[in-house]
Structure formats: C-alpha cells, structure tokens
C-alpha cells in the first residue's frame, strides 16, 4: 500500500500494489458518470483506422529518467511502459494476461506449485530487444540480480527480497523459488531489463542508457528534448503485432490551464489525469471526450486512537454519520467516483458486496454523543468534563480537491456538534514526519490500494510505526484488534483464495463496526481523448491507461 504522492500516482499504482497470483479473471463494476464516456472510445463502424500518424499526449510532468525501476514519477511510468514489457500484465478487465510470458502461471496449468514457493513463465520465442538482440530467460533473471544489487538505487525490492533463486533451465523457461509464500507474485517483473546492454555497462545509476532505453515494448525511444517532450516510433518488429501509430509525442506541458488551451487548440490528443475541478471545461472542448474510469485510490479520515477523544467508538461512530459521502463525490469530485463503505474497491477481487455503506444522519451522530457522555454547550458545541469535542484535521497541501473536502468536513462535522481546525501541512512534512511519528489528533489523505489486499501493514497492530519498531508498518491510526490482527496474518499465508476472501470481508466488517479510520470515497480517473482516437481503453488496474497503446490509431477521415 502507498499513499499518494503529488505528481506520482501511476507510477506508485503500477510498481508499489501488488495482486493476486491467482487471480485469473475478475469482476469489474465500471461505474458510468452522467454526460461522460465510459471507459473506452470505439471507433464509429463507417471509419477505418489509418495506418500511421502521430498521436500526441499530454503531461504535466516530464520524467527524471526512463529506466522504471530508479524512479516513481508518473511520467516515467507511462513512457517506460510504451518501451518496456513484463511477464505479464492486466487488461482493463481487470484479467491478468501474459506478456513475454507465453500464458499466465496458475495452479491448473503447473505454472504455480502446491505450495506456492515455485513459479514457472514459459517465455515467448523470437521476441527481439529494440537494437534487434534477442530476449530470453537470461534478461528475467538480470533483471531481478539489478534489483537485489544495494548499489542500484530502485525505488521498491519489495517482493523479488523474497525470491531465493532464479532457474532458466533453457532460454525460454523461468523458474522462480521464493522463500516464502508471496500473494503478489504477479505484479513482479512488469519491465524486463536488457542484460546484453546493462551487464556491461559500468553504474547503472548514471548509464546513458536511462536517457536512451532498449526495450521490447510496442515503441522505441527516439528523442528527449528536454523540458518540451519525448518522442517514441513504433515498433514494426513488436511481438503482439505492428502498432498503427508511427509515433507517440509524449509532451510535457507543466500547467493544466495550458494543458486545456492546447487541448482545445488541436495541440494535444490524449490528457490523463484531468484535475476534477476541470472535468466541466472538458466536456464542453468540440471533439473531446471525457472518459471517466473507476480507481483504487482511497480517500480517508484517520483517528488517532492513542487520543483519548477517540477512544470511545461510540464518538468516532458519530464522526463517520457527520459526513456526508456522497456529497463530498458530487460536489467536490463532480461525480467523478464513489463513497467508500471500507478499504476495498470494487474492483477487487477481495471487497465485500454486502458491506454496509453508512449515510449521513445527524441526530443520529447526536444521539450516540449524548449516549458517550457529551453535552450540547455553548455555541452549538458538545463538551465532557469541561473540555469541548474539538480537534485539528491535518492534511497535505497542493492537492485543491482534498482541501476543499477538508473544508466541507469542517462544516459538517460542525453541524452536528464537533468543532474541527483544519491543519494543513506541507506535503513532504506530512509523509515523512507526521505520519511516521503519528504527530496528529486526526489525517485526510489517500492510499493506493491494489486489487491484492495488503492488510497486514495496515492493520496489524505490529505494523503501528514507533520508534521500537524501527517505523516499519502504515497503521498509522494505531488499531489494536487481536481479530485483526489474527485476520490478517491468516491472509498473508492462505494460497486458496476463496477462504483469503472470506478473511478480507471480514476484515471490512470490523472496520465499519469499529471506525478506526472514516472510508470517505474512491477516486475516478478523467482522461480527455479527442473523439479522432481510435482504441483508446481506459485501465482501472495497476497497468495503467497506456496499456494497449499499441492498438491505438486515428481515425480516417
């Protein structure tokens, strides 16, 4: 699980979430917002696709460097994954398909051993590397030596650290021992590095190659102009076929007023990533539409539960009634998501369809104040032992939506009967101190949850960040549950995932009864595409919206 860092969402879905190694196929409920596409464009049946073109798409940020495993900014992530492939990947179905990989590990075909320690890839033959190279095992297993070498500075090993040994008996097969049973088996080895290139090529933290990658992914690098963009060509030679664009401009436009203006003037075809309070201007562009995709990115109010206001679940019960979900979706994300009853979204496979989703009701909220002990005091303010039901609400700035969420929850809460100062603290100070030192009465911010569960870093109560513990773990609201706790180590081993699942619903039960931290909503994505992009398909999974950008194309006239 990671929590949202500004300019750095793709990148943290697609290398920080990690899913389920048996998870074949899964359920998604795409969620339709009014006036709005759904999640992909299709091409009207009186045009054909052309071959060729260039296709533009805009970012507010430019990428440190291309190589996927030093950096998680957005930007690195979208372009690195148009130059590089995994061993497999997700659709925007939510199924994991294979990529270099010739089919998907499961039990039934023998990819995966009874006891979950053994992976098998069978790899594609006749797959060949940008400078025409060809790739086998050998890569796969380079790339997860460079990942484990402490000289390189990649941003996660979480996971391959659990890996023992990697076998390639021939060119074509990887055999992949872990230590210990890992869920998450298939989120591992989503860019497969050149090792022909890189074994030779000195300090791979300074290597020319991060500014001029080789891949086998559908287009090759062929210019950064710095500070303006990074052009990529197709890959004729690319093994699930000739893309239809020529060339991807990936062009960096740093302020979104601006990103509009191009949009409109022509300048830009494809936009991710569009801020909420924009989602109307979009609509109303001539030629664009306004596709809006479910995420898992939640956002949510923590207690503190070492506050003795808090400890009460009777007082945190008639906090979570104060605050009205669907208000905050309507107006503060203008539709664009939905109220969240616990830490799943719906589309994983691990949420729990019967959870109930709580509704404002604010003599409800009164009356269980009144229940705890409190008293409606002057102005309008409930008060215990002559203190008042006050609080601050620390949050991170530079994100416009949560501060306006923030400020809404302030006059909330007010209504009935809680007095909230909102706190608002810089972005790196809130992550790396606040948090880390649980220096707050209550938090609003977001976590990126991954169609696998990680509910052990949240939940347990090993996992509460202290000094004793090194920091090591995200409960930061501090829940203490022997339940819980139980729950989630049961998770962390169980290989079948039918009984994980009963686990994770009940997991989300006791998170409703107890309220340790307040599920407020899920996020949508909001890409502009122009109506000219053929084959655009939005992806709500780790594998991001750039997916399948080698079916994209434009339209003939």
């Not at 000195?202 to 990658?213: L, V």
């Not at 830490?343 to 949420?351: E, N, P």
Request: aromatic share 8%; net charge neutral.
């Amino acid at each position: 699980m990671q929590h949202i860092k500004k300019q750095k969402l793709i990148k943290t879905i697609i290398f920080g979430c990690k899913n389920s190694l048996l998870l074949c196929s899964m359920l998604i409920m795409i969620l339709l917002v009014g006036g709005c596409s759904s999640n992909s464009l299709q091409s009207p049946a009186k045009r054909e696709i052309k071959q060729g073109g260039q296709l533009v798409y805009g970012s507010l940020q430019e990428p440190d460097t291309l190589n996927p495993l030093l950096s998680d900014l957005v930007s690195t992530a979208e372009v690195s994954s148009l130059i590089f492939s995994g061993l497999v990947t997700m659709n925007d179905k939510g199924e994991w398909i294979p990529d270099l990989a010739t089919e998907v590990p499961t039990l039934q075909n023998g990819g995966i051993s009874r006891d979950g320690l053994t992976i098998t890839y069978k790899l594609r033959s006749g797959v060949t590397w940008h400078d025409g190279k060809v790739f086998n095992a050998d890569d796969v297993k380079f790339t997860w030596q460079t990942i484990m070498n402490s000289k390189v500075n990649v941003v996660s090993r979480e996971g391959y650290d659990k890996i023992k040994a990697i076998d390639t008996p021939d060119p074509y097969t990887v055999i992949i021992r872990f230590k210990e049973y890992y869920p998450s088996h298939l989120a591992l080895f989503n860019a497969i590095l050149p090792k022909h290139i890189l074994e030779v090529a000195g300090d791979i933290n300074k290597t020319p190659f991060n500014r001029s990658p080789i891949g086998t992914g559908p287009f090759k690098f062929k210019e950064w102009r710095l500070a303006e963009a990074v052009v990529l060509e197709g890959n004729a030679a690319y093994f699930r076929g000739k893309t239809n664009l020529n060339t991807i401009v990936y062009k960096v436009i740093p302020d979104s007023n601006i990103m509009l203006i191009q949009l409109k003037a022509g300048e830009v075809d494809v936009v991710a990533n569009i801020p909420f309070a924009q989602l109307d201007q979009v609509k109303d562009i001539d030629g664009i539409e306004a596709v809006i995709t479910p995420n898992m990115i939640w956002e949510h109010l923590d207690f503190n539960l070492d506050n003795a206001l808090f400890q009460d679940g009777r007082v945190r019960q008639a906090i979570a009634l104060g605050i009205d979900k669907q208000g905050l979706v309507a107006n503060v994300l203008k539709n664009a998501g939905s109220p969240a009853a616990g830490d799943q979204s719906t589309l994983s496979w691990a949420y729990n369809p019967g959870i109930k989703q709580e509704t404002r009701d604010v003599n409800a909220a009164r009356e269980l104040l009144v229940q705890a002990g409190w008293k409606l005091g002057d102005g309008g303010i409930f008060t215990k032992d002559g203190s008042k039901l006050a609080f601050s609400l620390a949050f991170p700035t530079g994100n416009r939506s949560r501060e306006i969420a923030a400020s809404v929850i302030v006059q909330q809460l007010k209504e009935i009967g809680v007095a909230v100062e909102l706190r608002p603290v810089d972005e790196k100070v809130f992550f790396a101190e606040v948090l880390k030192n649980r220096g707050f009465q209550t938090a609003l911010y977001a976590w990126v949850a991954g169609i696998e569960p990680n509910s052990l870093n949240l939940w347990h109560s090993k996992k509460i960040p202290s000094r004793t513990n090194g920091y090591d773990g995200q409960n930061y609201s501090g829940w203490r549950n022997p339940e819980i706790d139980a729950l989630t180590e049961q998770g962390a081993r169980l290989i079948d995932v039918e009984g994980r699942k009963q686990i994770y619903y009940r997991i989300q039960d006791l998170i409703v009864q107890e309220h340790p931290v307040i599920p407020l909503y899920f996020r949508s994505n909001i890409d502009a595409v122009r109506k000219t992009v053929a084959n655009y398909h939005s992806n709500p999974t780790p594998a991001g919206n750039l997916w399948n950008a080698w079916q994209w194309g434009l339209m003939s006239k």
